[in-house]
């Protein structure tokens, strides 16, 4: 018998630092290697995403990630910059022009067409958020949930810019109301945010918020006096295209799905509400 086994021929359970040494060593031997992941959603070469990671800017689960570091991309969250990294396979994101009359649900119990209806069947994706029937504009699309998580959560504050054609005399909007639009208005479901509001032209009004309310900005202007007769919905965070006509939609590019992460923000929400 080995000096080293106990009486009895047991083999002795090895030390608890062995066993969390092991396990995660067992963790990292799973999944791909981070260079091959960051390569393959088009952060370029694998040298180059090798200089990402040895240069400390890409993290996984808030950790900075080492060479060598493997990542299950079903699971873990990747982050370059800061800025979270879209890495399971297939993801898609489109970006669509919706014509007035289409709804943003995936089936419509009334038979109206949808913006599902619009883009390829497969990938399925799903509406970033909602634009009501008659409300024309930018729409995000994708299979991205975790991007989408980020870019609805309450707490994060993504910039959505409005051109809304109100009902009004000849002097436009009055300043008044425009203050009250810029302050913060009381509607049925509380206070509305601070938000950017101008008039570049009589009866035209600019409008950014960040919150994401049902029907907020046709709510936001009828509180104030002046009902909306069409409403656009111009930018999403650093997203505009003034080319896409009504109906029609085209595919994020890499540099732009990189700015939607970039945008997405914490904000102070007792400042808002102050």
């Not at 038979?111 to 995000?140: K, N, Q, Y």
């Not at 009866?203 to 069409?230: D, K």
């Not at 970039?262 to 007792?270: K, P, R, T, Y």
Request: net charge negative.
């Amino acid at each position: 018998m080995s000096r080293n086994t106990p009486p009895g021929g047991a083999v002795p359970e090895p030390p608890l630092w062995e066993t969390l040494i092991q396990n995660a060593k067992d963790a990292e031997a799973e999944g791909e290697r981070l260079q091959k992941v960051l390569a393959r959603v088009g952060f370029g070469s694998r040298r180059i995403c090798e200089d990402l990671i040895a240069d400390r800017r890409v993290t996984v689960n808030g950790e900075i990630a080492v060479l060598g570091r493997r990542v299950d991309v079903s699971r873990d969250e990747v982050c370059v910059d800061g800025h979270p990294v879209g890495v399971v396979p297939g993801l898609v994101y489109y970006l669509m022009n919706k014509p007035e009359g289409v709804v943003t649900t995936s089936a419509d119990t009334h038979g109206r067409p949808t913006v599902i209806e619009m883009v390829p069947e497969e990938p399925r994706v799903f509406s970033v958020g909602r634009l009501d029937i008659e409300t024309t504009g930018l729409l995000i699309l994708t299979n991205d949930g975790q991007l989408t998580q980020h870019l609805t959560h309450p707490s994060r504050g993504v910039e959505k810019e409005y051109i809304a054609e109100v009902e009004c005399g000849p002097r436009g909007v009055s300043n008044g109301a425009l203050r009250e639009l810029r302050e913060g208005v009381e509607l049925e479901d509380g206070w509305t945010a601070p938000a950017q509001v101008g008039q570049p032209e009589v009866g035209v009004l600019r409008i950014v918020i960040h919150e994401g309310r049902n029907r907020q900005v046709r709510r936001m202007c009828e509180a104030v006096g002046y009902p909306v007769i069409r409403l656009a919905r111009t930018r999403i965070g650093p997203l505009r295209d003034t080319r896409l006509a009504p109906g029609e939609w085209r595919e994020l590019t890499l540099d732009e799905v990189r700015a939607l992460s970039g945008a997405v923000e914490d904000i102070d929400m007792d400042t808002i509400e102050s």
